[in-house]
Structure formats: structure tokens, C-alpha cells
């Protein structure tokens, strides 16, 4: 059997990508929350915290990948005299 932590990343990947919980969701809180002896908002809580969490470490990982593309960018200008390097798509 997973255990609790287990089982909130398990819900949180069944949410939606706006936060919604997919159908039969409320059902399956209803039945961690028994099984883990927890509350349903605490079970609730705990995924909502989980789903946060993911959004926003996928928030810092694309500012991250940004940043590097600008510095690879200006690096490039910079080794091609000042003049501008076009992208290519």
C-alpha cells in the first residue's frame, strides 16, 4: 500500500492543470481520507500544497531555461563582434 505522501502526489497528478479535480476526484478524497484516517479538507489541503508546489518549481525551472537561452544569446552577440545573432528556428 502507498503510503499517505504517496498517495498525495499520485492525487495531485489526477488534478487538472487549473486546479480543478478531475471526475469521480471528490469521491477519491472522500476514500483517502478514510483509509489514512485524515480529514477531507486536510486530504485536500495536502494535494492542493502538492499541486502548487509542482506549478511552481515548473514556473522556476522555464525562467531558468529563459535565462540561459538570453546568456547564450549574449554570448554569442558578444563572440560575433557586438552585431546581432539571429536565431534559428
Given at each position: 500500500?502507498?503510503?499517505?505522501?504517496?498517495?498525495?502526489?499520485?492525487?495531485?497528478?489526477?488534478?487538472?492543470?487549473?486546479?480543478?479535480?478531475?471526475?469521480?476526484?471528490?469521491?477519491?478524497?472522500?476514500?483517502?481520507?478514510?483509509?489514512?484516517?485524515?480529514?477531507?479538507?486536510?486530504?485536500?489541503?495536502?494535494?492542493?500544497?502538492?499541486?502548487?508546489?509542482?506549478?511552481?518549481?515548473?514556473?522556476?525551472?522555464?525562467?531558468q531555461e529563459q535565462r540561459d537561452s538570453n546568456e547564450a544569446r549574449r554570448l554569442?552577440?558578444?563572440?560575433?563582434?557586438?552585431?546581432?545573432?539571429?536565431?534559428?528556428?
Amino acid at each position: 500500500m502507498k503510503s499517505y505522501e504517496e498517495m498525495i502526489q499520485s492525487m495531485a497528478s489526477a488534478v487538472s492543470p487549473n486546479g480543478r479535480l478531475r471526475y469521480y476526484g471528490w469521491a477519491a478524497y472522500i476514500v483517502i481520507a478514510e483509509i489514512y484516517d485524515k480529514t477531507e479538507n486536510q486530504v485536500h489541503t495536502d494535494i492542493a500544497a502538492e499541486v502548487e508546489f509542482r506549478a511552481n518549481a515548473e514556473k522556476v525551472k522555464r525562467k531558468q531555461e529563459q535565462r540561459d537561452s538570453n546568456e547564450a544569446r549574449r554570448l554569442a552577440n558578444l563572440a560575433n563582434g557586438g552585431r546581432k545573432v539571429h536565431r534559428e528556428s
